[in-house]
């Protein structure tokens, strides 16, 4: 078992209900980074493996790193039928894995909850030369009315709420250090569909959340599920979204 900062264990069974990441971000980080199907890629806190599935729709040979066992197992399931996807076990700043082993190191929501210069350290290291490292994040749009009541909602119970890092540009953290280079950024705006209970229920894996609001993180999971019911009061959610990312050439 690994010490981890941020243990997702008790959110991993909500996890899966989060929307997936545009179909173009993922074309663009396919094009920028040269792939080809058959090719080695690295997916850095994969999760219940969001990113990797879409890595091994385009028929990447995926490994998908995740240290927690609880997110690791239902990713395991996720992909148990794909044949080049195969787990492994490891902090993403110790991966134990061999050096310049793949042409793109990917993190799928994951360079947030990241030591920073350690796990890009370690990117680094696997990267062949001339690989390519990618980091995404999908955001809900807070232009949205839906996600402006949701916001103050928020705010009224936690008042210094913020998001750290994940909603910043991660360009200078990624040339930080030098190991980096031709770093670009980009953003697909896309409407996620979902049954409404669904959606309520990603919010239940909303870790930021929960750590700053301790014992208040259900109720105000509840009281978003009813912002939602009034938004939308048939069973399905449309709700807009971006997929922000990153990505970078190994120095």
């Known amino acids: 078992m690994h010490n981890l900062e941020w243990d997702y264990t008790a959110l991993a069974a909500s996890y899966s209900q989060r929307p997936n990441y545009a179909d173009a971000a993922i074309e ?4 920028f980074a040269g ?4 090719d080695p ?3 850095l806190g994969a ?11 385009r028929q990447l040979q995926v490994t998908s790193l995740e240290p927690n066992a609880a997110m690791r197992s239902i990713g395991q399931a996720r992909t148990a039928a794909l044949v080049n996807v195969r787990w492994h076990d490891a ?25 920073h210069d350690a796990t890009l350290r370690e990117a680094h290291r696997l990267l062949r030369p001339g690989g390519s490292l990618t980091a995404l994040f999908n955001h809900r749009d807070l232009a949205d009315p839906l996600q402006r009541e ?3 909602l928020i705010r009224r119970e936690v008042p210094d709420y913020s998001y750290g890092n994940r909603r ?57 599920a009813a912002l939602v019911a009034a938004h939308f009061p048939t069973t399905t959610v449309r709700v807009p979204y971006i997929t922000r990312g990153w990505i970078a050439r190994r120095a």
Do not use: C, N
Not at 28 to 31: G, K, S, W
């Open 41 to 43: 890629v690295l997916d």
């Open 35 to 38: 792939l080809s199907p058959g």
């Open 150 to 152: 949701i916001e103050a």
């Open 168 to 224: 910043e540009d991660q360009a200078p953290l990624i040339r930080r250090g030098g190991r980096f280079v031709d770093v670009q950024a980009f953003e697909v705006p896309f409407v996620h569909e979902q049954p409404r209970a669904a959606w309520v229920e990603a919010w239940s894996s909303h870790a930021t959340l929960a750590r700053q609001s301790g014992s208040r993180f259900p109720a105000i999971v509840e009281a978003i």
């Open 28 to 31: 663009r980080i396919i094009a």
């Open 47 to 57: 999760g219940t493996a969001h990113l990797t599935l879409k890595l091994a729709a």
């Open 91 to 115: 902090l993403m700043q110790q991966s134990g894995l061999p050096a310049s082993a793949f042409m793109l190191t990917a993190y799928g929501s994951s360079l947030g909850v990241a030591d």
